[in-house]
Nanobody, 123 residues
Framework: QVQLVESGGGLVQPGGSLRLSCAASGSPLDYYAIGWFRQAPGKEREGVSCINGRDGNTWYANSAKGRFTISRDNAKNTVYLQMNSVKPDDTAVYYC????????????????WGQGTLVTVSS
């Protein structure tokens, strides 16, 4: 079973950048699709981005396109979310999730979830 730990959250000013990390243990990430999700106060959880383990195929929510980049380092068993040009609307707890099926992960039905890391965008 894979365990996920997010890190890299914090306070960032609008227009700034932040890189989130999702470190896995218990199983190589090569076989998993990894997704980033977020939940803002009072809102439902939403998908942000996903990367497939098999072919590196990626998906981005419209809100993330052109600003966020997902990547993976299989040697470090870690997936990253580079967030650029952040906005106050990006404020949320960010979670990573893993599952064997890319479409299932994109749909938010991954089997494994981290505890989340808080991102606050404010001046």
């Amino acid at each position: 079973q894979v365990q996920l730990v997010e890190s890299g959250g914090g306070l960032v000013q609008p227009g700034g950048s932040l890189r989130l990390s999702c470190a896995a243990s218990g199983s190589p990430l090569d076989y998993y699709a990894i997704g980033w999700f977020r939940q803002a106060p009072g809102k439902e959880r939403e998908g942000v981005s996903c990367i497939n383990g098999r072919d590196g195929n990626t998906w981005y929510a419209n809100s993330a396109k052109g600003r966020f980049t997902i990547s993976r380092d299989n040697a470090k068993n870690t997936v990253y979310l580079q967030m650029n040009s952040v906005k106050p609307d990006d404020t949320a707890v960010y979670y990573c999730a893993a599952g064997p099926d890319y479409r299932t992960v994109v749909a938010g039905m991954a089997a494994h979830w981290g505890q989340g890391t808080l991102v606050t965008v404010s001046s």
